[in-house]
């Protein structure tokens, strides 16, 4: 687990195959963490579920990211929007994807769901 400046929880749970694989995901990591400063960002690459699959052509590429992020700069933006905010700021590493997914949450809506 790494802590940023801001203290936010960053966790990898990435398959490591090689150092490009490092590279996107560190790229998200910086775009997402410099434009939400999120309190909690959990980064997950299950390219290494769909191998074999379509859009995994099994060399090790990332493929397929799961992200869960947890900002205030969520605040009074409805989910859409909050999708919609992402997409444009990872409009570059989506290109390289076949398949992204963002849980987002608002500090409140977190600690809500923490809770249950």
Do not use: C
């Amino acid at each position: 687990m790494l802590r940023t400046k801001k203290g936010a929880r960053i966790v990898f749970l990435e398959n490591f195959t090689y150092n490009a694989l490092m590279n996107l995901t560190k790229k998200i990591e910086q775009k997402l963490t410099e434009t939400f400063y999120p309190s909690v960002l959990n980064i997950s690459d299950q390219s290494h579920l769909h191998i074999g699959h379509s859009g995994n052509d099994s060399n090790g590429i990332e493929s397929h990211f799961k992200i869960e992020i947890v900002s205030s700069a969520f605040e009074s933006y409805s989910s859409f929007e909050r999708h919609r905010w992402m997409n444009q700021v990872l409009s570059e590493e989506i290109k390289l994807l076949h398949a992204i997914t963002f849980k987002i949450y608002t500090n409140e809506e977190y600690d809500t769901i923490m809770q249950e």
